[in-house]
């Protein structure tokens, strides 16, 4: 048998290195989250993100695609476990057993809704004004999980034929975005790094220009915020802080973010106040 010459050794260490260096990816990525000894937060672990239809044992099946412009665009689909059989019943995730998201590449157009179970099939409708490349999610919370504060989250692809207007996704900066005469604003500092867990601090002032001291339960929570890359089109989900009830300081809703990778998100918040759903989007930069 050869023995082993400097050179052999040298590449032998190199493979090494790089399967382990693959398995700490793989572990910052893929590890149940760790309690914080003091506070009980999560410490930094990414979200399933929905870049593909098979995620931890469950499959997205589409039954009915979305493939024309209107209002009312019907989509239905299954979620299937790994012996193909569909499942029907998740863990409530703020109020709902699947949440279920629509977003055009370009983040212009956004939907968040609550499909309805139909035998084995949950059904809901789109509004698609225009055309262009989409991604649909699904979000649950499998009744056997260890986690319920990370759902799985199942993505799939379709497009909506005809001209489309892309609109630039607007740059991160502490500015405002309205809804209704409302406006938010963040007011944490610093910029976001990739799995560290970040607090977004928001400020919201109401049409009047006054802090809002209180918003009405939302999908059991003071709000509901769920983010996209820009470029990857994955998705994150974030945490409300603030219980729901609990008056707002200076109007500050908090949200506990771990977002995987650099580059530009697209934040999506919607709350109530007023008896009406508003929403606001910004866009966040991670460095």
Do not use: C
């Amino acid at each position: 048998m050869r023995k082993l010459s400097l050179v052999d050794w040298m590449f032998a260490l190199l493979a090494v290195a790089v399967v382990a260096g693959g398995g700490i990816m793989v572990f910052a990525r893929s590890a149940p989250p760790m309690q914080h000894q003091n506070m009980g937060a999560v410490v930094p672990a990414a979200h399933s993100d929905g870049l593909s239809d098979v995620e931890s044992g469950y499959r997205f099946e589409p039954v009915t695609t979305p493939g024309t412009r209107g209002t009312a665009v019907p989509v239905a689909f299954r979620i299937l476990d790994s012996t193909n059989k569909p499942v029907t019943r998740f863990l409530d995730d703020q109020t709902k057993q699947m949440h279920f998201f629509s977003v055009r590449e370009d983040m212009f157009v956004f939907e968040h809704l609550h499909p309805v179970l139909d035998g084995d099939t949950w059904r809901t409708e789109l509004s698609l004004p225009d055309g262009g490349v989409y991604r649909m999610f699904a979000e649950f919370v499998p009744l056997d999980t260890q986690d319920p504060r990370h759902p799985v989250v199942l993505g799939v692809p379709f497009s909506v034929p005809g001209d489309t207007t892309v609109v630039p996704v607007p740059a991160p900066e502490a500015g405002a975005t309205t809804t209704d005469g409302y406006t938010v604003v963040r007011v944490d500092e610093g910029r976001p790094k990739p799995m560290s867990t970040h607090v977004l601090r928001l400020s919201i002032r109401g049409p009047d220009g006054k802090p809002v001291s209180s918003l009405e339960p939302h999908l059991g929570a003071n709000g509901h915020m769920t983010g996209f890359h820009t470029m990857l089109l994955s998705a994150t989900h974030l945490h409300p802080v603030e219980l729901a009830g609990i008056p707002l300081d200076n109007g500050e809703l908090s949200f506990q973010a771990v977002f995987a990778d650099r580059g530009e998100y697209r934040l999506f918040l919607e709350f109530v106040h007023g008896g009406k759903l508003r929403r606001a989007a910004f866009t966040v930069g991670i460095v």
